[in-house]
T-cell receptor, first 115, second 116 residues
């Protein structure tokens, strides 16, 4: 099992460019999440998907869109990148469901720089 | 609103010694889960230990153990026999169930350095 994979690992964009961060998990998890990590601020939730076909906003959704393509894949899109979106982005997944263990498993992260 | 506070931005410990990282949280829910994650320089988030709030017994995982004080809303992590590989950022997190899924709230982290 590869767990949670993310592509790319590094990316540099110019202000106004768009890009999509890809995430996939092979653990048959129901829920998937996108976070951003900034210095001194821990991880903050951008968007999440409780199950295939559903998505919801997290704490900091502005400037982002997401797509839950199928149960395995959850992508994050920046339509018009801004320097404030320079960050490290993490994708995570969890089994979810009442009674089950709900630990989140994280991908390796994508370091994004917007110039 | 739920919050998680880690009041120690940085700590250091000598190899083989014991260190305790503190975490306090605020929640109005009666049942919840608490976690400690480790983030080494590789950036990978690695689960260290997890505690279910309805369990009174403190969780342990090899050299890692927690001191869970539910009434005080405190969840500290103790690392015994510290090793150089324990050098990392450590994040405390609380998990709540909302809108059909479980969401985490993270603290701002404690940077731990183990000295040789």
């Amino acid at each position: 099992n590869a767990g949670v994979t993310q592509t790319p690992k590094f990316q540099v964009l110019k202000t106004g460019q768009s890009m999509t961060l890809q995430c996939a998990q092979d653990m048959n998890h129901n829920s998937m999440y996108w976070y951003r990590q900034d210095p001194g601020m821990g991880l903050r939730l951008i968007y999440y998907s409780a199950s295939e076909g559903t998505t919801d906003k997290g704490e900091v959704p502005n400037g982002y869109n997401v797509s839950r393509l199928n149960k395995r894949e959850f992508s994050l899109r920046l339509e018009s990148a801004a320097p404030s979106q320079t960050s490290v982005y993490f994708c995570a997944s969890s089994p979810s469901g009442a009674g089950g263990h709900n630990t989140q498993y994280f991908g390796p992260g994508t370091r994004l720089t917007v110039l | 609103a739920q919050t998680v506070t880690q009041s120690q931005p940085e700590m250091s410990v000598q190899e083989a010694e014991t260190v305790t990282l503190s975490c306090t949280y605020d929640t109005s829910e009666s049942n919840y889960y608490l976690f400690w994650y480790k983030q080494p320089p590789s950036r990978q988030m690695i689960l260290v230990i997890r505690q279910e709030a309805y369990k009174q017994q403190n969780a342990t995982e090899n050299r890692f153990s927690v001191n869970f004080q539910k009434a005080a809303k405190s969840f500290s992590l103790k690392i015994s026999d510290s090793q150089l590989g324990d050098t990392a950022m450590y994040f405390c997190a609380i998990m709540k169930y909302t809108s059909g899924t479980y969401k985490y709230i993270f603290g701002t982290g404690t940077r731990l350095k183990v000295l040789a």
